[in-house]
């Protein structure tokens, strides 16, 4: 187990690129989400189409092809992903602005295929408010976004941040498969580095491994049950 | 009484829900400053009526005509016709994350553009009349169905609407709690509000209504002034139908 205390700069550092790609997808994931959201919901048929043909294609799609998809597709379409090198991110996020950019595919893929179901989660909290609010609403003349801003969405985000809370965990789980897909020294990747190449003995590492997704995971489904509770209260 | 070029005209409108045949090719049309109260057993249409009025219900053919303008479609126009037209809920529909007041006030600020500082007064005022001024800024959940409805009603008129939909406003409510919604909705009836009334309040038809429509399968059937319906209803449908409610 000295591995643990040994290799410790090794796991930090690889715990730190995995909160930067997940902090970095997950709100991608929440605002990409939310359109495709409102387009399924629209009274424009065509843009339900859109919403729904997105939700099909990236829920039922696996995530290593999507992956594949975003590391040599891009690429081949003659892009670096460039638009992500945003001035001010880029200083905390350093990974964003480097010449390989592995790190940048490997967000867009994480982020297409979240955004599907940060979707369906947010669309079964707005499903959870009766259908006579929103009714009312439109009897009163309120427009489709008045009613979505004034009287859905504020009552349907309590019925969607369980669902949310549980797609955003399977997504950092999700995001050990960017070490397979040219990003190099995420918290997976550490696994490969030490076990491989330094000759460390594979159930300490991995045991590490676990403790740094544990380290995100946990809190996180530990605030979404406090802020559960506290619902249940106001209800 | 009725005045002018009606208010709603309703002509040939039909509706299917899948096979059923929802609305049957009816046509109707209310004047201004009309009470139309519209009744017949559950199923036969009556409700989807009233809510094609304002497109809640979306018809198959023939054409709703409000204020002489014919129905919009979907978008701003739409929107703009229904904060013309009040709406009554059965099941009052009150905002619930928002206050009394908050409902009443939504729609002139967002919709009308109002200062909410006035919105907020005429509010106030409207609540008065209904007789829960002191209930504004209490929840919907903290009043009773009676309170509610009257809320619903507060919310629905500070629009200043042309016409109050009312569906089965009574239907949710305790016995003890129907006449303080019927005693709003006949002072406003008084008052020249014009209004269709799917009810089956029999009460409120013979003494607030000007018309009584009665609807069955789908048709309409009967279109008579209350007295002349109650007392000689034409069809065999209308008479088995009074029969079975008032026999009790």
């Known amino acids: 187990m000295n591995v643990l205390i040994d290799k410790f700069d090794v796991f930090a550092g690889g715990f730190w690129l995995t909160l930067q790609i997940c902090v970095l997808a997950a709100i991608g994931a929440l605002i990409l989400g939310a359109v495709v959201a409102v387009l399924r919901i629209s009274p424009v048929p065509p843009l339900r189409a859109v919403g729904t043909g997105y939700v099909n294609v990236f829920r039922n799609m696996p995530l290593t092809v999507v992956m594949f998809f975003a590391a040599f597709g891009l690429p081949a379409l003659g892009s670096n992903a460039d638009f992500l090198r945003v001035p001010g991110l880029e200083a905390i996020f350093s990974r964003l602005d480097t010449d390989l950019p592995y790190f940048r595919f490997a967000l867009i893929a994480l982020v297409l295929y979240t955004a599907a179901f940060v979707c369906e989660a947010l669309r079964s909290g707005v499903n959870a408010v009766p259908a006579g609010q929103a009714e009312a609403a439109r009897s009163l003349g309120l427009t489709f976004g008045q009613n979505l801003r004034y009287v859905v969405l504020p009552q349907s985000w309590k019925a969607s941040i369980v669902p949310l809370g549980s797609v955003i965990i399977a997504m950092i789980k999700n995001s050990a498969l960017i070490g397979f897909f040219g990003v190099v020294g995420d918290l997976s990747a550490t696994a490969d580095q030490l076990t491989g190449a330094e000759g460390y003995a594979f159930i300490p590492v991995a045991i590490g491994i676990s403790i740094g997704y544990l380290i995100m995971t946990v809190p996180l489904g530990a605030l979404l049950d406090r802020i559960e509770k506290r619902q249940a209260v106001a209800r | ?248």
């Open chain 2, 1 to 248: 009484m009725t005045t002018g070029e009606p208010l709603i005209v309703l002509d040939a409108v039909n509706k299917w829900f899948g096979p059923l045949h929802v609305l049957d090719d009816v046509s109707l049309s209310v004047g201004r400053g009309e009470v139309v109260v519209v009744i017949g057993p559950s199923g036969s249409g009556k409700s989807t009526l009233c809510r094609a009025i304002n497109r809640l219900e979306p018809i198959n053919s023939g054409t709703i005509t409000f204020d002489g303008q014919p129905l919009p479609a979907e978008g701003k126009a739409l929107a703009k016709l229904r904060s013309e037209v009040g709406m009554v809920f059965q099941s009052f529909n009150l905002f619930a994350h928002k206050t009394i007041l908050e409902n009443v006030t939504l729609g002139p600020i967002k919709v009308r553009k109002e200062k909410p500082a006035a919105a907020r007064e005429r509010g106030l005022a409207l609540l008065d009349r209904v007789g829960i001024a002191n209930q504004a800024d209490k929840f919907p959940a903290q009043l009773s169905g009676g309170q509610q409805q009257r809320a619903a009603i507060a919310r629905a008129l500070a629009m200043q609407p042309k016409a109050m939909l009312f569906d089965e406003p009574t239907s949710a409510l305790d016995p003890e709690m129907v006449g303080e919604v019927l005693d709003v909705m006949t002072s406003l009836a008084r008052e020249g509000m014009t209004m269709v009334v799917v009810t089956h309040e029999m009460g409120f038809a013979r003494h607030a209504a000007n018309r009584v429509i009665f609807m069955a399968d789908g048709q309409l059937v009967e279109d008579a002034p209350p007295n002349e319906f109650f007392e000689n209803p034409r069809s065999e449908r209308a008479r088995d139908f009074l029969s079975k409610i008032l026999t009790h």
